[in-house]
């Protein structure tokens, strides 16, 4: 059990270059996040999907999409890079049944645009 | 607008007791969670309130006041591990989580 896997950790782009940053999940978790952490800052939700084939903008979602074509995978994509898409992304699922569960985070992309 | 609200940074002690408040302005109240963040990694899961009173947890506990709109989460015989950020975020009327900036908390010996 893998729980939430993302790739790359790590990945530097020029600007006005795209880039997909992979998510995927084994715990069979209905709803899965995209969100960016900056420094001083709270997380802040890109998009979010609450099941495979449905999506939805969260907070901040210019510059970014996002699809779910299966239930494990939820990639987030990024087309023209800017610098104010350096940042760390965390992608993070959880099953939806209760409202206690908690959200289970990958292991982040730390992200810098130059 | 919403917000939430939590210390930048705080030191303590080991073996000491720690606590780490969070205040929150939100549209809508669906439960607190408490998150702790070691530097470069993810975010995990601490604590879950959605009534009132103290939910306890081993060493952490954490204390919700819906009417003042306040929480605060207690680390007890503070270890050097638990040198991190303690992340506090709100599930507001829509199911989403907002979350606050972190504390960092410095532990010593």
């Known amino acids: 059990n893998a729980g939430v896997t993302q790739t790359p950790k790590f990945r530097i782009l020029k600007i006005g270059q795209s880039m997909t940053l992979q998510c995927t999940q084994d715990?069979?978790?209905?709803?899965m996040y995209w969100y960016r952490q900056d420094p001083g800052m709270g997380l802040k939700l890109i998009y979010y999907s609450v099941g495979a084939g449905i999506t939805d903008k969260g907070e901040v979602p210019n510059g970014y999409n996002v699809s779910r074509s299966t239930t494990e995978d939820f990639p987030l994509r990024l087309e023209l890079a800017a610098p104010s898409q350096t940042s760390v992304y965390f992608c993070a699922s959880r099953e939806g049944q209760g409202e206690s569960d908690g959200y289970t985070f990958g292991s982040g992309t730390r992200l810098t645009v130059v | 607008g919403q917000n939430i609200d939590q210390p930048t940074e705080m030191t303590a002690t080991e073996g000491a007791i720690v606590q780490i408040n969070c205040t929150y302005q939100t549209s809508g109240f669906n439960g607190l969670f408490w998150y702790q963040q070691h530097a470069g990694e993810a975010p995990t899961f601490l604590s879950y309130?959605?009534l009132d009173g103290l939910e306890e947890k081993g060493r952490f506990s954490s204390f919700l006041s819906r009417s003042k709109g306040y929480s605060y989460l207690l680390l007890k015989e503070l270890q050097m591990k638990d040198s991190a950020s303690y992340l506090c975020a709100v599930r507001d009327s829509n199911y989403q989580l907002i979350w606050g900036a972190g504390t960092k908390l410095i532990i010593k010996p």
């Open positions: 309130n959605v």
């Open positions: 715990m069979n978790h209905n709803y």
